[in-house]
């Protein structure tokens, strides 16, 4: 993988195999006319993420939220007899937690009638404190085979690899870089099945995480060992229409920054990313704790 030599070994990192080892289950529901509420939980098999020799502790990630709150909008539209196989997901927004959320054994997540739009297939869904809204596109697509073994949201990340080349560095703010990717055909089932041969949005997020992570290392001048978990506050994307892939250029740029003292040093980002021919676009608000620098008294 070119991007490990900006970011470290694929396997150690979340955004490269990390979060393909993570397998989600729905263990309890719970449905009435006005309630929709579901309990899942999630297991690791092997690295969730690892900076140097120190295994970082699992949370609920941004990734996982979408993935989740696919699953609750699928089984809410089998409950409805809905055929969503040819739906794909157009944009999503997500609103993290006060505070991480650790215990991914035990995710509470409803659906949020208030905020949702079901005629405009909009969601909202409350995900043990994290807001996340989706929004879906039926686009037809022919002769739909959508009996596969795998649920098409909640697998497709895993036969898919995502590498960014001839990355450029124009200034502190700004990064470019082509994406390449290599994906395994598979049968799926579910919402979103039927598009399983394009690239989903949840495709673009692991794309655009790390061309993030990179440009904010390289903005606060730091590698990735040196920093905490990146804190992914709020995150929007969208996608125009359906993409079959082929060799894209990709841009992330810091729009805001400021450094704030809050018991660490905290650098706070507002951040926006997209492929260069506006197909694909993200606005995000990171923040990460820098590491603390040696005293030189010798000075």
Same mark, same amino acid.
Not at 63 to 75: A, E, F, N, Q, Y
């Given at each position: 993988?070119?991007?490990? *030599?900006?970011?470290?070994?694929?396997?150690?990192?979340?955004?490269?195999?990390? %979060?393909?080892?993570?397998?989600?289950?729905?263990?309890?529901?719970?449905? +009435?006319?006005?309630?929709?509420?579901?309990?899942?939980?999630?297991?690791?098999? @092997?690295?969730?993420?690892?900076?140097?020799?120190?295994?970082?502790?699992?949370?609920?990630?941004?990734?996982?939220?979408?993935?989740? $709150?696919?699953?609750?909008?699928? *089984?809410?539209?089998?409950?409805?007899?809905?055929?969503?196989?040819?739906?794909?997901?157009?944009?999503?927004?997500?609103?993290?937690?006060?505070?991480?959320?650790?215990?991914?054994?035990?995710?509470?997540?409803?659906?949020?009638?208030?905020?949702? $739009?079901?005629?405009?297939?909009?969601?909202?869904?409350?995900? $043990? @404190?994290?807001?996340?809204?989706?929004?879906?596109?039926?686009?037809?697509?022919?002769?739909?085979? +959508?009996?596969?073994?795998?649920?098409?949201?909640? +697998? %497709?990340?895993?036969?898919?690899?995502?590498?960014?080349?001839?990355?450029?560095?124009?200034?502190?703010?700004?990064?470019?870089?082509?994406?390449?990717?290599?994906?395994?055909?598979?049968?799926?089932?579910?919402?979103?099945?039927? %598009?399983?041969?394009?690239? $989903?949005?949840?495709?673009?997020?692991?794309?655009?995480?790390?061309?993030?992570?990179?440009?904010?290392?390289?903005?606060?001048?730091?590698?990735?060992?040196?920093?905490?978990?990146?804190?992914?506050?709020?995150? *929007?994307?969208?996608?125009?229409?359906?993409?079959?892939?082929?060799?894209?250029?990709?841009?992330? *740029?810091?729009?805001?920054?400021?450094?704030?003292?809050? @018991?660490?040093?905290?650098?706070?980002?507002?951040?926006?990313?997209?492929?260069?021919?506006?197909?694909?676009?993200?606005?995000?608000?990171?923040?990460?704790?820098?590491?603390?620098?040696?005293?030189?008294?010798?000075?």
């Amino acid at each position: 993988m070119y991007i490990d *030599k900006y970011l470290g070994p694929y396997e150690q990192r979340y955004f490269g195999a990390g %979060h393909k080892r993570t397998q989600y289950e729905i263990i309890d529901t719970y449905i +009435s006319y006005k309630q929709f509420i579901l309990v899942a939980k999630m297991t690791q098999k @092997g690295i969730w993420s690892q900076k140097g020799t120190k295994k970082k502790n699992q949370h609920l990630s941004t990734i996982d939220s979408v993935i989740l $709150s696919t699953l609750l909008v699928d *089984k809410y539209l089998e409950m409805v007899k809905e055929n969503c196989s040819d739906w794909i997901l157009k944009s999503f927004e997500v609103r993290s937690a006060s505070q991480p959320v650790e215990n991914i054994e035990c995710i509470d997540l409803f659906l949020d009638f208030e905020k949702s $739009s079901l005629e405009n297939k909009k969601y909202a869904v409350n995900v $043990s @404190g994290m807001k996340v809204t989706l929004s879906f596109e039926q686009i037809d697509v022919d002769n739909q085979i +959508s009996k596969g073994q795998y649920n098409y949201f909640s +697998s %497709h990340l895993k036969y898919a690899r995502h590498d960014l080349k001839a990355i450029d560095f124009a200034s502190d703010d700004l990064v470019e870089g082509i994406i390449q990717r290599e994906c395994q055909n598979q049968s799926y089932s579910g919402l979103g099945s039927a %598009h399983a041969g394009e690239v $989903s949005l949840l495709e673009y997020l692991v794309i655009f995480s790390q061309l993030c992570e990179i440009l904010v290392y390289n903005h606060d001048k730091i590698d990735r060992k040196d920093s905490r978990n990146l804190w992914m506050r709020y995150i *929007k994307a969208e996608i125009n229409g359906v993409s079959d892939f082929q060799a894209v250029r990709a841009f992330a *740029k810091v729009d805001r920054s400021k450094k704030i003292r809050k @018991g660490d040093n905290w650098s706070m980002l507002d951040v926006s990313a997209g492929t260069t021919d506006n197909r694909v676009q993200f606005t995000a608000k990171l923040a990460h704790i820098l590491p603390v620098v040696p005293v030189n008294l010798d000075q």
